[in-house]
């Protein structure tokens, strides 16, 4: 029985009417989309347009981070799949948020005769600006299933100074 050859999907794009403008232009509009890729994802460990291996040392270690408002809190919520509360730390200012931690994975496969061991690990520390002036001592944090929130109440005179706009 023959084997199947595995195929990849391709992104098509459509065609374009082509002009001597657009021919020059085209290398300049390569260079541009490799550029917006990588500083997309700063922190990956390689650009998305380089071959995916498949290899856990290629995983992003930075995590993905919402900062926005939500009533009278500032929530900051941040995807840490894989982690345990014990490898985060945060630090909060009274303008300002630092999310850090280390990321640990080992994966151990035992058969009868194959054995295989990958590890793979990385530190990350990402900060932010707070939208509002907050109440430090007041913050709280929660941990669960790979999701962190931070809720922080904002001041009383931070609550005071916004305003609706109403739109005519």
């Known amino acids: 029985m023959a084997k199947k050859e595995k195929k990849e999907l391709v992104k098509a794009e459509p065609a374009k009417a082509l002009t001597p403008f657009h021919e020059m232009e085209r290398p300049f509009q390569e260079i541009e989309k490799r550029f917006e890729d990588f500083f997309r994802r700063p922190f990956s460990l390689m650009p998305s347009w380089w071959p995916r291996l498949g290899l856990p040392e290629m995983e992003e270690i930075s995590p993905s981070v919402d900062v926005f408002t939500e009533g009278d809190d500032v929530v900051v919520k941040a ?3 894989g982690m345990q509360k014990e490898d ?3 630090s909060l200012t009274e303008d300002a948020i630092t999310i850090s931690g280390e990321k640990k994975k080992e994966e151990k496969v035992e058969k009868k005769d194959y054995y295989s061991l990958e590890r793979s690990y990385g530190s990350f520390k990402r900060s932010f600006s707070l939208p509002a002036e907050v109440q430090t001592e007041k913050a709280s944090a929660k941990f669960k299933d790979g999701i962190l929130e931070i809720r922080i109440p ?7 100074k916004e305003k609706k706009i109403p739109i005519e």
């Open 88 to 90: 985060i730390d945060v």
């Open 79 to 81: 995807e840490l799949p």
């Open 154 to 160: 904002k001041t009383e005179e931070a609550k005071q």
